[in-house]
């Protein structure tokens, strides 16, 4: 499917964890290993064409398009682009909780709307987000310390 030359650097990521596992390759391990730019790809115009437009079946519960909004791979694409955004902020120890206008000014907005994001990509996707994260969901409870600073 990958043999597109618009879709070469997808295959060639996929072929080098493979060539990398060796004789210790599994579907699993190679699907672990791939980052998250790889599957916000997937949702990328010539790969997702490539995949016979079926990697929107990962996300059964997405709402349907309608006449004003389309929900397709292009607005899935987006959405994930926003996630990796806040992943890439919080994985280089960038803040997730200022607003630079000339003086930084301390405000939650943007880490809940990402939060609501993840938590809403959870639900298309069926997750009970509540039982996948219990006990490890505090991100209401610090974003609510923050506000009170």
Wanted: aromatic fraction near 12%; hydrophobic fraction near 40%; charged fraction near 20%.
């Amino acid at each position: 499917m990958l043999d597109n030359p618009r879709c070469h650097k997808t295959r060639d990521i996929i072929n080098n964890a493979v060539t990398a596992f060796g004789s210790n390759y599994s579907h699993v391990k190679l699907v672990a290993k791939m980052d998250f730019g790889f599957w916000r790809y997937m949702f990328a115009r010539h790969q997702f064409n490539a995949f016979n437009r079926t990697v929107l079946s990962v996300f059964p519960a997405k709402p349907r398009s309608t006449p004003t909004r389309n929900y397709d791979n292009t607005f899935v694409f987006g959405q994930l682009e926003k996630v990796n955004g806040i992943r890439n902020r919080i994985a280089h120890h960038e803040p997730v909780c200022f607003i630079n206008s000339g003086m930084s000014i301390c405000s939650t907005a943007y880490a809940r709307q990402h939060y609501r994001l993840i938590m809403e990509l959870f639900n298309w996707m069926g997750i009970d987000e509540g039982a996948l994260l219990y006990g490890l969901d505090h991100i209401d409870m610090v974003l609510a310390k923050i506000d009170r600073l």
